[in-house]
């Protein structure tokens, strides 16, 4: 009997051009475009296995082994009626092909890294689930096409169909066919661009991006400011620094970001904080590290950017990346040794230091634990179609 089934990754993206508001909350439709790196898979990334088979009784679904509820009318079920729908439209246009759309599916989804972490998995998770349930029913859609159902998971999955340096243009049609995710340039055009996450000890739960997004949009009169005469701009300036590898004019943009989105976060009713003292002190060690590049007639060497929580992410050219190890290790010693996927030091591991020149009172130094972990990564490819030896699901159809 044919096995009807795929599995596929999807990568994590970093936004340099925050998205932060809905103009529409069922359809996952944005007021501002923004503009994302894809993050390489090798190092983080959501699996996904999907199996449609008649003798299942309904659609389930398991993460990281366990089993989440498929609501009626949610998120989940939205992106797999909308890839049933699909399938179903190609089943009609060729009788020739098994009626699969009509079978209930199993989906069991793994990320590599821990959820703990409080980096953004719902991005990697909703484009892996896309990309599997593309690969089982075996789709011609192209990446923007699949784009549309995963912004209806989560609105920042859209921009991991793609690899390299990926757009989500907000679109201005009701029903959202013009709001998708198209690739500003592939990861060949600047494979340079490295990122360090500093993975920030956070005990407190925060405000999750969907509702706080949604107090921003009701309460912020400097959102309005913000996506009506800055996201524009940027989004042009950014687009035309990537296209000219200038990594100069892509760290001033992505920090002004990354800074405006925090300030709307503080603009809104009640006010809402997602950095905390250590992602503020990171903040002046880089600002700090570009101080002396540009005193010593230099231009800028990296660039950080916040989410929705206290980590941090630093963008930088290759070159640069073993002195910003070494200046963040400074200042945040670690528990453990430093993963080095890159071979950039050798057996005495990071040497903590600062480049000449630096002041080292712009930050006090934190005890072991304030930064977690340290992962170095950089800009990647899009989803992957995966081998059965890599299927999440048993023959059962349970997650192994
Ligand atoms: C700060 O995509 O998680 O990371 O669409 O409600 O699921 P929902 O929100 P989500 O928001 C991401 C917000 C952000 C900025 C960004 O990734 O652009």
Redesign the pocket.
Known sequence: MTVYQATASAPV???C????G?RDTKL?LPTNS?L?VTLDQDHLRSTTTSRADPSFDKDRLWLNGVEEEIKDGG?LATCIKEMRALRKQLEEQDPSLPKIAAFPVHIASHNNFPTAAGL?S??SGFAALVASLSALYQLPADASRLSLIA?Q?????C?SLFGGFVA?QMGERADGSDSYAVEVAPREHWPDIHALICVVNDEKKGT???SG?QRTVETSPLLQHRIQHVVPQRMAAISEAIRARDFDAFARITMADSNQ?HAVALDTEPPIFYMNDVSRAIIALIVEYNRVAVANGGKLKAAYTY??GPNAVIYAPKENIKEIVELIVKYFPQAEKFKDPFGLFGAAGVQPQVIPGFNEAVAKPYGVGAVKSLIHTRVGDGPRTLSAEDSLLGSDGLPK
């Open positions: 993206n970093i936004a051009i925050k998205y932060w809905k996952i923004s994302s998120r953004a719902s991005a912004r998971g989560s609105g920042s999955a921009r989500w999750s991006s969907t997004m989105f989410d929705a």
